[in-house]
């Protein structure tokens, strides 16, 4: 008789669900954050060694494509702050996705992780746009649109994420006042 109590509808969010389809749902969204959180954190490694290896082929083409506006200071300090730059997007790209990692493993974690994927999707999305339109002689090398690629790819994983973790919060609060929380935890 107990199994059956799990097939009896509810109102949630004003539609009639089955609740053992919500925790179904939680399921695939609890993986679906788990797999973009990885992928977040892979493609923050990604801009490091892409980095190194434009330095280590291509010293012009490194300092033309990471150095602009920063002609004025010696080769060795724009190596040394755009590493700095990077490394500072690679550890908030690995901290989003280990926070989205947590989340999907049933780990209660705030909404912080999910603005500063916000954020860095729309940081994306203006960097790809100003590449793509407003770069001079971008689109004349093939590495750009390689470039443009990845990059879009890194946006749809996030873009993936931050709808994953808004879908998996919504359902942890459904199924939790049905008392049904910790059923599946990753």
Same mark, same amino acid.
């Given at each position: 008789?107990?199994?059956?109590?799990?097939?009896?509808?509810?109102?949630?969010?004003?539609?009639?669900?089955?609740?053992?389809?919500?925790?179904?749902?939680?399921?695939?969204?609890?993986?679906?954050?788990?797999?973009?959180?990885?992928?977040?954190?892979?493609?923050?490694?990604?801009?490091?060694?892409?980095?190194?290896?434009?330095?280590?082929?291509?010293?012009?083409?490194?300092?033309?494509?990471? !150095?602009?506006? @920063?002609?004025?200071?010696?080769? /060795?300090?724009?190596?040394?702050? =755009?590493?700095? *730059?990077? &490394?500072? #997007?690679?550890?908030?790209?690995?901290?989003?996705?280990?926070?989205?990692?947590?989340?999907?493993?049933?780990?209660?974690?705030?909404?912080?992780?999910?603005?500063?994927?916000?954020?860095?999707?729309?940081?994306?999305?203006?960097?790809?746009?100003?590449?793509?339109?407003?770069?001079?002689?971008?689109?004349?090398?093939?590495?750009?649109?390689?470039?443009?690629?990845?990059?879009?790819?890194?946006?749809?994983?996030? !873009?993936?994420? @931050?709808?994953?973790?808004?879908? /998996?919060?919504?359902?942890?609060? =459904?199924?939790? *006042?049905? &008392?049904? #929380?910790?059923?599946?935890?990753?």
């Amino acid at each position: 008789m107990v199994c059956y109590q799990r097939i009896f509808l509810r109102v949630a969010q004003d539609e009639w669900e089955p609740v053992f389809l919500m925790e179904k749902q939680l399921r695939k969204y609890r993986d679906m954050l788990y797999m973009s959180g990885l992928g977040t954190a892979v493609f923050g490694v990604w801009y490091i060694i892409k980095a190194v290896i434009y330095l280590l082929v291509d010293k012009q083409y490194f300092y033309a494509a990471y !150095g602009d506006g @920063l002609e004025d200071l010696p080769k /060795v300090a724009i190596v040394i702050f =755009v590493m700095l *730059a990077l &490394g500072i #997007e690679m550890t908030i790209h690995l901290l989003v996705g280990r926070a989205a990692c947590r989340e999907a493993h049933g780990q209660k974690r705030g909404i912080f992780y999910l603005i500063v994927d916000a954020v860095l999707v729309g940081l994306s999305i203006y960097s790809l746009i100003y590449v793509a339109f407003f770069t001079k002689d971008a689109l004349l090398y093939f590495d750009t649109y390689a470039t443009l690629f990845v990059e879009g790819t890194a946006d749809v994983v996030m !873009g993936e994420m @931050l709808y994953a973790g808004i879908q /998996v919060k919504r359902l942890r609060k =459904v199924v939790a *006042a049905d &008392g049904k #929380e910790g059923a599946y935890a990753g």
